[in-house]
């Protein structure tokens, strides 16, 4: 029998629909750290566009182009997992700002790299910054948004990922119309410094997360952020943080690992490790070549992917304004069946050589169905089932868990392509028929549940 998370009453909640005020600090706040998912959308993608350009510049092999697509993975390995620790010690907004520098090295580094090893370091520094970004942004719109917005509001982070995946595909394929040569690349790969440089300046301007300053017994600090960002009853918030975070750490301390977070992390896993075995980033990463393999032409290509990243930013936008009514399960639900349905499609038309006219078609219904679902609650669960004592460490869990398969997949997935190309997208439609029964049986609904209500029904 499926968990099931009723909503807390009325009365019990400071946050209530009536009492909520969303102010402009609010909004603002909420903008710029989802800036960090624009970046990591941008960082993602822009890789697709250049693969054939690098291979050839450093002469990659399928293994050695695999490494290279993988090797900002690596850095967001480390990131997420040294974020959790960062954003405890320095607070979720200024261990940002160190994630905007991160990314604004990144970009400048590939732009100049006159060594395959040079491109490998500018591009792990990218990924130090995704990792850490992926954990820190969504964390902190979470702690600072009202119960009854937060799934709209920190789905604004994977909202603007699907924005800078959409604008790294747009801006490789304007690039690619102004001829520039061997120097083609290098100019697609600067881009994302521009975006970077803004998020690092918007950052100063934006308050510290409310529930961190609580843990850290600055009161009157949280009272002023709660006063800005629209809470009713800023005192009596303060107190209902810090009841939860006390309650919570003489349960069951600051340990992640112990039986009474079972269930969240088995949650954060799951969705982190779904997320990654929908195929979905091998598809982004290598969404030129799967367009190649299947005839198309490099123009036609890029256009194709524009057209692949605009349905993910259209999809994404509905289930913005959907979770918070249909709820988490539902989405995840619906986006399973699409997914099984159109990987297996793809598996078909690269098995039997057939109806490659299909594939556009089949890819944008697949990528429909996971920012309709995944895209779209991945970030907001894990952000939202971690008791406030422990989230920081169960956001760097969730997020490890989601860059760790990103990297053993992109890694693997040319060779493997190369071998079968249809083999990939077996698995991949396996996986999401997986994923239906686990979130049927298993995924609890959190969608109207405070933070501090959270931890009591877990």
Known sequence: MQAAVPAPAPSNSLASPAAVKVTGVLVCSTLVAALGGLLF???????????????????LTPATLGITVSSALLGTIIGALLAGYAGERLGRRDSLRIMAVLYLLSAIGCALAWSWPVLLAARIFGGLGIGGSS?????YIAEISPARLRGRMVGFFQFNIVVGILLAYLSNYLVALRNLGSAEWRWQLAVPAIP??????????IPRSPRWLVKKQRMEEARAVLLRIGAPDPVAEIERIAQSVEAEERLSGTRLFSRDHRLPIFLAMTIAAFSQLSGINA??????DIFAAAGASTASGGVQTVIIGTTNLVFTTLAMFTIDKL????????????????????AAIFRTNTHRELLIWLLIAYCASFSFSLGAVIWVYISEVFPNAI??????????THWMMNAIISAIFPAVAAHSSASPFVF????????????????????????????LKM
């Open 391 to 400: 989230r920081s460490k169960g956001q760097s869990l969730g997020s490890l």
């Open 41 to 59: 959308g941008f960082d993602t993608a822009v890789i697709a566009g250049t693969t054939h350009s690098i291979s050839r510049v450093f002469t």
């Open 283 to 288: 598809v982004l990463y290598y969404l030129n």
């Open 428 to 455: 991949f439609s396996v996986m999401m028929a997986v994923q239906f029964f686990v979130v049927w049986f298993i995924y609890p609904e959190t969608k109207n549940v405070s933070l501090e209500d959270m931890c």
């Open 196 to 205: 970077s440089a803004l998020f690092l300046l918007l950052l100063f301007a």
């Open 327 to 346: 709820g988490r399960r539902v989405l995840l639900l619906t986006g399973s069946v699409g997914m099984a349905v159109t990987l297996a499609g793809i």
């Open 135 to 139: 954990v820190l942004g969504p964390m």
